[in-house]
């Protein structure tokens, strides 16, 4: 069984600090070690999934003081080690520009996301067969994408969500809100006019980020590298199985199950 993640983040350090993660100190304990630094940062906005009546108790054990960072610390400068010794000529970059050398190791990802994305458009065309030109035109694929983000977001607990069907009636109009149904194609051709109203980013996904939003500044990035796992199962596998879980800060995907191409 392979877990998405892993996947993802060997992508992400293949073609942004140019070496595979698995060949650093980290081995395979990369993803891992993003997990526990993640679940602090998120836990204050995370439910336990406890009866009404333990609220209070959860609430003072996740929700009132900050959570020690020594927890995660190790794994933390693990990872910080990896970026330093994988990145120099993007560090080289920060300091040519003024920015301290450890500061841009610690912003790396935030910082050099626009770089990221033009190394990403050879690999486009060399490794997958698919030109950005191509993958723009798949929309179906960057509907189901956007699709996928609307009903879980990567930072999920920001926004409401609908716990049954319900309809929200207005001055002059009835809003029918469905319980998480994933329609693939709802932003497809006039569909697309409806991003406007996609948050996951902290922000409309019409906008962009700036230094004065708290958008996420890796959104296109995110979308990018999702539609490129999307379109490459699609090309080399003609069926795969995932199995899904429910986490207490999202799902857990893994594929089961890869049945390679027979046409490439």
Not at 106 to 114: G, K, Q
Not at 250 to 255: E, I
């Amino acid at each position: 069984m392979t877990p998405v993640m892993p996947c993802l983040s060997t992508l992400f350090s293949v073609y942004f600090c140019g070496k595979d993660p698995s060949k650093t100190k980290l081995g395979s304990e990369g993803p891992a070690a993003v997990d526990k630094w993640l679940v602090l940062q998120l836990a204050p906005l995370a439910t336990l999934g406890f009866p009404k009546f333990l609220k209070h108790f959860e609430d003072l054990l996740i929700h009132t003081f900050p959570i020690p960072f020594f927890p995660v610390k190790s794994d933390y400068k693990k990872l910080y080690d990896a970026f330093y010794a994988s990145s120099g000529s993007v560090l080289d970059k920060a300091e040519s520009l003024g920015i301290d050398r450890d500061e841009a190791c610690h912003n790396l990802e935030r910082s050099y996301t626009a770089n990221l994305l033009m190394r990403s458009g050879p690999l486009l065309k060399r490794k997958a067969g698919v030109s950005f030109q191509a993958l723009e035109k798949m929309t179906l694929t960057k509907s189901v994408v956007y699709e996928a983000l609307r009903i879980e977001p990567g930072v999920p607990f920001q926004y409401g969500k609908a716990k049954e069907d319900i309809v929200i009636n207005s001055h002059d109009a009835a809003y029918e809100i469905k319980k998480e149904e994933f329609v693939g194609d709802r932003f497809v051709g006039e569909g697309e006019n409806l991003l406007k109203y996609v948050y996951w980013s902290n922000g409309r996904e019409t906008e962009d980020p700036t230094v004065g939003n708290k958008q996420c500044p890796g959104k296109d990035l995110v979308v990018l590298l999702s539609r490129l796992l999307l379109v490459d199962l699609l090309l080399r596998y003609d069926t795969f199985t995932v199995k899904t879980a429910v986490l207490p800060f999202g799902s857990s995907v893994t594929l089961t199950s890869l049945i390679k191409a027979t046409s490439t």
